[in-house]
Nanobody, 115 residues
């Protein structure tokens, strides 16, 4: 199993970024997928979840109405569109299956929101 996250970088408050996660080594279409993030000194937290068919989503209150999760089953990829970014969104972002059991974590992609 492998996850390769990309698309992070430096954004100004109010800006946007689109993260991608390429998954391999398992039957992607059979798993509910999620994005997680970990800020310095904090525990990893759930950001957003999408069902196998992509017709159901969940968002943490902190990102609701700003972030959008989606998936492309043919390309084994999960996306996270992040709009109206805030400094508190600064973290390393990871994708994985829905918990509590996880596949090995990828390296993540750093998102820094700062003026």
């Amino acid at each position: 199993v492998q996850f390769v996250e990309s698309g992070g970088g430096l954004a100004q408050p109010g800006g946007s970024l689109r993260l991608s996660c390429a998954a391999s080594g398992f039957t992607f279409s059979r798993y509910v997928m999620s994005w997680y993030r970990q800020a310095p000194g904090k525990e990893r937290e759930l950001v957003a979840t999408i069902t196998t068919a992509g017709n159901g989503v969940y968002y943490a209150d902190s990102v609701k109405d700003r972030f959008t999760i989606s998936r492309n089953i043919q390309q084994n990829t999960v996306y996270l569109q992040m709009n109206s970014l805030k400094p508190e969104d600064t973290a390393v972002y990871y994708c994985n299956r829905q918990g509590p059991v996880f596949f090995p974590w990828g390296q993540g992609t750093q998102v820094t929101v700062s003026s």
